[in-house]
């Protein structure tokens, strides 16, 4: 059975970092698109990020510019959203999704055919 699973989120101060994990099972990533996802409750997933199959990325939100990256281990079937200089508006639930095709400026929400159940980012001192 296919399925993502993300881990890495936590409680971190600000200007803090983590590095948020989304390994995969069922199926070779290498073949693959993610995209990161986070939600604020009551709020609709913001793109934030894609990862494509070599490796390439594309940033998806200007709040996240120069302060997230993605980065993908193909011999642990894993992408990584690596998260720095942390703010409060921050703090949400963080998701991976896949889907094919290549990292592209921007995916439409409805092509993901798989999600994650997400982790927690929460900044606060």
């Known amino acids: ?3 993502l699973v993300e ?3 936590g409680l971190v101060q600000p200007g803090g970092s983590l590095r948020l994990s989304c390994t995969v099972s069922g199926f070779t990533l290498e073949d ?3 995209v990161w996802y986070r939600q604020y409750p009551g709020q609709a997933q913001e793109s934030l990020l894609c990862i494509g199959a070599s ?3 594309k940033t998806h939100s200007d709040y996240v ?3 997230f990256a993605g980065y993908r281990d ?3 079937n894993t992408d990584y959203l690596q998260v720095s200089g942390l703010r409060s508006e921050d703090k949400a639930k963080y998701y ?3 889907t094919r095709g290549r990292c592209l400026p921007f995916h439409v929400l409805e092509t993901m055919k798989l999600w994650g159940k997400g982790t927690w980012v ?3 001192s």
Request: charged letters at 20%; glycine letters at 16%; one cysteine or more.
């Open 7 to 9: 881990s890495g989120g």
């Open 122 to 124: 929460n900044v606060s």
């Open 1 to 3: 059975q296919s399925q």
């Open 96 to 98: 991976c999704a896949v």
């Open 55 to 57: 490796g390439d990325t």
């Open 65 to 67: 510019k120069g302060r």
């Open 74 to 76: 193909n011999d642990k």
């Open 32 to 34: 693959y698109v993610i």
